[in-house]
């Protein structure tokens, strides 16, 4: 029996209302936690859980909280990253469109543990329809009283505002995401000082991803050692995967950590199997940053062992077999899916993306793009290879955020795992009669 | 006071002092280069990447190393602290990585552009550049633009590194010069075309380390290593007066603010100063300034060289670079 935390409840009718999420269970953590709880108690609570950043980088999420300075007297801020813009990863929108008040009552449990009285959700500008849906769940959150002041007639008072972005990935990363909300031009800034110490106008912040602060109603109510009952070892809790590709059954599906990516991939309760019978090709198993692998690496790690859906298995092996489990966007290569011009595609979207605040990335992604352009349209030569794999590690690491990183790792992998293909290319242009995945006319009606 | 090493030179420096500005106190070749970082102005810096260094131990109570090279300009000292720049392979390796960023979209025109001579990026890429280039595909191009009626912008040449952005915004008034637009297109502009047209705008000349920014006044009437630069001074109400005038002859062909040993301006200078005193009667001259070594305006002052018939490695020279500089100034100005 798979055990669910987040989509417990999604097949309710009309669970996106107040009144029914309400008759779920929902918000009952938020009366636990301002009746029963210190704001301490509950922090403990989720660094008990284990729950790891749901953004991407799997930071611990209660020791991200305890790094905020509780010692300035200035406000406090919790921001919710719903900026969700990583190719491959759509797991934020569904929560917010399908169970918008989980997030909210995620929300005031946080701020309340972090002692904020303002907290804000910056929507990604593309989820236009997103923001109406959430603004329709903070008012019913206000006219029952769980939000505003003198929440549940305690004298905790906490506002949630819903801010939306311009369209630019870069805001995503948090630094970005807090000068964009300040109204600047979306860069990000060079750290340290982290936002738990300077973050939002200067304040304390901390900044954490959607389906990170879904969670916390849970582990509010079940406590964290409850949570961490869920998923395995350090990878504690569920997941949400958002898998598309060339599968069967594409779609957002919470898995419980720990779950085989064999089983992931091939059942017909999640992916389904390849579609029309076709052999796997390749996986980027975490949003289009992470590494990708091919068949053989990503079900089995180098050493033999099965891999599963956790942090630590994913990224056995380093870079050099491994790759991450992101933020869980599930993208899935079959046979026919060229390789190359799928990288180039990635490169593209990331010289797109690039803010031009520093030059590694500013002018690497750019010149990556040219490259991989140059070689898909056969006027490659072998030398180009080595070049994209020099420049990738050039950029790797000398940025000042980690989209210069999310730039070269999906090249380099690409490289690393299939040269055969690349240097086919080079000799053999014409050859390729493989193509792009999630081009429009490969989607059948 | 904190104790931190950088290439094997230890060195006391206040709490609040960067890598960059302690290895400054050093001196020398343990210097990392800086493009975008500039001390007089609040924010700058961490953008170009060309003073990434190597943090070898973290300080004495946690003596692990960072792990990624760091920005110096922007990476406080720690007691203890042990900072690799050029005893690091990896730091110099990443150096000319950067250095080569910077130029696949530069332009070269240096034959043609008024900065060369006294451009921190040709100095830069003299020291770290590779000979060739790996880069084939089309530079990005810009128009050229005036703003206003004294400064004129070659966007090809910009190499972003918001110096002055943040001039503009720390000592003009109204804030009406940015970056519009993102990624490798990303432009220095001002707001719908508007005229710079502050007292202090000339100061974004002096600022940038490229010729992106240059002074109309001064545009193609002479070459840099040609001009002597002077130290004048005149009563200003605006500033202080004191400026580098750089004369060919009896002539004053620019005036510049006075710049360090590390390219940076002593003193911020206003426009009139700038642009409109160029007659010898407008300034007191009082000294020739100091010219380095490395300098091209050094060009054809060398010292009278014997050929050697052993060449000796670098530190068994019997000439000091201190003595070798002062023979030069007293060559250029004697």
Redesign the interface.
């Given at each position: 029996m798979e055990r669910k935390i987040l989509l417990k409840h999604l097949d309710v009718p009309g669970i996106r209302t107040f009144g029914v999420f309400r008759s779920t269970g929902g918000y009952r953590s938020v009366e636990h936690a301002l009746k029963n709880m210190t704001p301490d108690e509950v922090v403990e609570e989720v660094k008990e859980s284990g729950l790891r950043g749901r953004g991407g980088a799997g930071f611990p999420a209660g020791m991200k909280w305890s790094f905020i300075d509780r010692k300035s007297n200035k406000p406090r801020y919790l921001i919710c990253n719903a900026d969700e813009s990583e190719p491959g990863t759509f797991k934020d929108r569904y929560l917010m469109e399908k169970i918008p008040h989980l997030l909210i009552e995620g929300m005031i449990c946080s701020c309340y543990a972090l002692g904020a009285n303002t907290g804000y959700i910056y929507v990604r500008g593309e989820y236009k329809y997103i923001i109406g849906i959430l603004n329709e769940a903070i008012r019913e959150a206000y006219d029952h009283g769980f939000l505003g002041k003198n929440i549940l007639g305690s004298n905790y008072n906490l506002d949630i505002h819903v801010h939306s972005g311009a369209g630019a990935y870069i805001c995503g990363e948090e630094t970005a995401l807090i000068e964009s909300l300040e109204g600047k031009r979306g860069n990000p800034r060079i750290k340290p000082p982290f936002p738990a110490v300077v973050g939002l106008y200067g304040c304390p912040t901390v900044v954490n991803n959607v389906e990170t602060l879904a969670n916390i109603g849970f582990i509010v109510n079940h406590g964290g050692s409850e949570f961490a009952r869920y998923g395995m070892g350090k990878s504690t809790g569920t997941k949400l995967i958002s898998a598309c590709g060339n599968i069967n059954n594409p779609g957002v599906y919470e898995i419980e950590l720990g779950l085989s990516v064999r089983e992931f991939l091939y059942d017909p309760k999640y992916c389904g199997g390849i579609k029309n019978g076709k052999e796997l090709k390749a996986v980027i198993a975490g949003g289009s940053s992470v590494p990708i692998l091919p068949a053989n690496l990503i079900l089995q790690t180098a050493a033999g062992a099965e891999r599963l859906m956790t942090y630590e298995s994913l990224a056995e092996g380093g870079f050099v077999s491994g790759t991450m489990l992101g933020s869980g966007g599930f993208i899935v290569y079959d046979e026919d899916a060229c390789i190359v011009r799928n990288t180039w595609n990635l490169a593209r979207f990331y010289h797109h993306e690039s803010c031009g605040q520093c030059s590694p990335c500013r002018e690497g992604t750019g010149w990556m793009e040219n490259v991989l352009h140059r070689i898909e349209n056969g006027h490659g030569r072998q030398k180009d290879i080595d070049l994209l794999v020099s420049i990738a590690s050039k950029i790797e690491g000398n940025t000042i955020c980690p989209l210069g990183d999310a730039a070269a790792w999906p090249v380099a992998s690409a490289i690393r795992h299939f040269r055969h293909e690349f240097e086919e290319h080079v000799l053999h242009p014409e050859r390729c009669g493989r193509n792009e995945i999630g081009k429009l006319e490969n989607v059948e009606s | 006071m904190l104790k931190v090493t950088i290439d094997n030179h230890t060195i006391e420096v206040e709490e609040g002092t960067t890598i960059l500005q302690a290895a400054r106190l050093i001196g020398g070749a343990v210097v990392p280069p800086a493009m975008c970082y500039y001390s007089k102005l609040k924010e700058s810096?961490?953008?170009?990447?060309?003073c990434?260094v190597k943090v070898a131990q973290g300080s004495a109570r946690d003596p692990r190393p960072m792990p990624?090279?760091v920005?110096s300009c922007?990476t406080l000292v720690a007691d203890g602290m042990v900072v690799q720049n050029i005893t690091s392979p990896e730091v110099l390796d990443?150096r000319k990585?950067?250095v080569?960023?910077?130029l696949?979209?530069h332009p070269l025109d240096c034959p043609v552009c008024d900065q060369a001579g006294e451009c921190q990026l040709q100095d830069l890429s003299y020291d770290n550049g590779r000979e060739g280039t790996?880069?084939e595909?089309a530079k990005r191009t810009f128009k050229v633009v005036d703003i206003g009626d004294k400064i004129q912008l070659h966007m090809n040449r910009c190499?972003?590194c918001?110096r002055c952005v943040y001039t503009a915004n720390q000592l003009t008034d109204k804030r009406s010069h940015?970056?519009l637009?993102?990624?490798?297109?990303?432009e220095i502009s001002t707001y719908i075309q508007n005229d710079i047209t502050n007292d202090f705008s000339g100061n974004m000349i002096d600022v940038c380390p490229v010729g992106a920014l240059t002074d109309k006044s001064f545009r193609f009437k002479n070459r840099v290593w040609f001009l002597k630069p002077m130290n004048a001074s005149r009563s200003c109400s605006k500033c202080s007066g004191k400026v580098t005038a750089w004369l060919r002859g009896e002539e004053i062909y620019r005036v510049t603010g006075r710049k360090d040993q590390f390219d940076e301006v002593e003193e911020f200078i206003c426009n009139e100063c700038r642009f409109d005193k160029k007659e010898l009667t407008d300034w007191t001259i009082e000294s020739p300034r100091n010219i380095q070594r490395a300098s091209v305006i050094s060009q054809n002052h060398y010292l009278k060289a014997k050929n050697p018939s052993v060449i000796l490695p670098l530190e068994n020279r019997t000439v000091s670079m201190e003595d070798f500089d002062k023979e030069i100034n007293n060559e250029l100005y004697s």
């Open positions: - | 810096g961490g953008k170009c990447r060309t990434l990624k090279l920005a922007r990443t990585a950067i080569e960023f910077l696949i979209n790996r880069f595909e190499i972003l918001y940015g970056i637009y993102r990624g490798d297109v990303a």
